[in-house]
């Protein structure tokens, strides 16, 4: 009789939040042209969304713990799949990704890329969706979410709002999975990573999620010399020297890219020696 009561209004107002916003974001995606340039329906359904399933909260920068996912991440989950959110997300993305001047993609009337605003957002529910979720990142990819994803930081190198957001979900995807780390170095990835961290070796949120990502990837053997030749190393090396220097922003991925740095440098002696692609280190995969 003292239990205390529970009431299902917020778990009805996340599997309400999730079906509005998997709809809306269909809408958009299916005439791009009748949205708002701003494409304000999209994010105040992708903000209502967020906010009940994350409390308005920033996704962790980098999680070492290995626990399972928190429940209101489960239960967006659950809720995304039963309403086909996430590839309907990745579609988002794609139709409204910005294009390369003098692309061979130009159209007579293109369609308005989606604003860093909106694309933070979306990132922020994808990296909640695809959490230690194997089949999650494996529908991520099988949609073009990855290519999707890696275009649109490829383009827009220069905003650091935009290189933020697609590296958390760089970072959701390459833990604590060998197969979808293969496929970040496969497309290039890495390269990516490494344009981020010399543009912003200052941003927080930049440097923690990219020096996070390379240490997940060192821990696959047949990826460390890819990281080598991108400069990996030479660029972890950089950021050491300003945490020793007292650079508080770098300071926060200091451990992640020390480990980037001792995995790729013993991945590669021990491919060297026959290690496998199987072959994992011991060192832990840094989470989202």
């Given at each position: 009789?003292?239990?205390?009561?529970w009431?299902?209004?917020?778990?009805?107002?996340?599997?309400?939040?999730v079906?509005?916003?998997?709809q809306v974001?269909?809408?958009?995606?299916?005439?791009?042209?009748?949205?708002?340039?701003g494409?304000?329906?999209?994010?105040?359904?992708?903000t209502?969304?967020?906010?009940l399933?994350?409390?308005?909260?920033?996704?962790?920068?980098?999680?070492?713990?290995?626990?399972?996912?928190?429940?209101?991440?489960?239960?967006?989950?659950?809720f995304a799949?039963?309403?086909?959110?996430?590839?309907?997300l990745?579609?988002l993305?794609?139709?409204?990704?910005?294009v390369?001047?003098?692309?061979?993609?130009?159209?007579?009337?293109p369609?308005?890329?989606?604003?860093?605003?909106?694309?933070?957002?979306?990132?922020?529910?994808?990296?909640?969706?695809?959490?230690?979720a194997r089949?999650?990142?494996?529908g991520?990819?099988?949609?073009?979410?990855?290519?999707?994803?890696?275009?649109?930081?490829?383009?827009?190198?220069?905003?650091?709002?935009?290189?933020?957001a697609g590296?958390?979900?760089?970072?959701?995807?390459?833990?604590r999975?060998?197969?979808c780390?293969?496929?970040?170095?496969?497309?290039?990835a890495?390269?990516?990573?490494?344009?981020?961290?010399?543009?912003?070796?200052r941003?927080g949120?930049?440097?923690?999620?990219?020096?996070?990502?390379?240490?997940?990837?060192?821990?696959?053997p047949?990826?460390?010399?890819?990281?080598?030749?991108?400069?990996?190393?030479a660029i972890?090396?950089?950021?050491?020297?300003?945490?020793?220097?007292?650079?508080?922003?770098?300071?926060?991925?200091?451990?992640?890219?020390?480990?980037?740095v001792?995995?790729?440098?013993?991945?590669?002696?021990?491919q060297?020696?026959?290690?496998?692609e199987?072959d994992?280190s011991a060192a832990?995969?840094?989470?989202?």
């Open positions: 009789a003292n239990a205390p009561a009431s299902p209004t917020p778990l009805l107002a996340l599997a309400a939040a079906e509005a916003t998997a974001v269909a809408d958009a995606a299916a005439h791009p042209r009748l949205v708002e340039p494409l304000g329906p999209v994010l105040q359904a992708l209502r969304l967020h906010r399933a994350l409390h308005g909260r920033s996704l962790m920068l980098k999680e070492r713990s290995g626990r399972r996912s928190s429940l209101p991440r489960r239960l967006l989950r659950s799949a039963l309403s086909g959110l996430m590839p309907r990745v579609t993305l794609l139709v409204f990704a910005p390369a001047e003098g692309s061979d993609d130009v159209v007579p009337a369609v308005p890329a989606m604003p860093p605003e909106v694309f933070a957002v979306a990132c922020e529910v994808l990296a909640c969706l695809i959490h230690n089949e999650s990142k494996r991520f990819i099988a949609a073009g979410g990855l290519d999707g994803i890696l275009g649109t930081l490829r383009v827009r190198p220069e905003d650091v709002t935009i290189q933020a590296l958390a979900v760089l970072l959701a995807l390459s833990a999975s060998v197969l780390i293969q496929r970040l170095a496969t497309a290039g890495h390269e990516v990573v490494a344009a981020a961290l010399r543009r912003f070796p941003d949120k930049v440097t923690a999620r990219a020096t996070g990502l390379l240490a997940n990837m060192s821990n696959v047949c990826v460390c010399p890819v990281l080598q030749q991108c400069g990996v190393c972890a090396a950089s950021l050491l020297e300003d945490i020793a220097a007292g650079e508080a922003a770098a300071a926060r991925g200091a451990d992640a890219a020390a480990a980037a001792a995995r790729a440098v013993e991945g590669e002696e021990r060297s020696q026959g290690g496998g199987d994992e832990p995969f840094v989470q989202d």
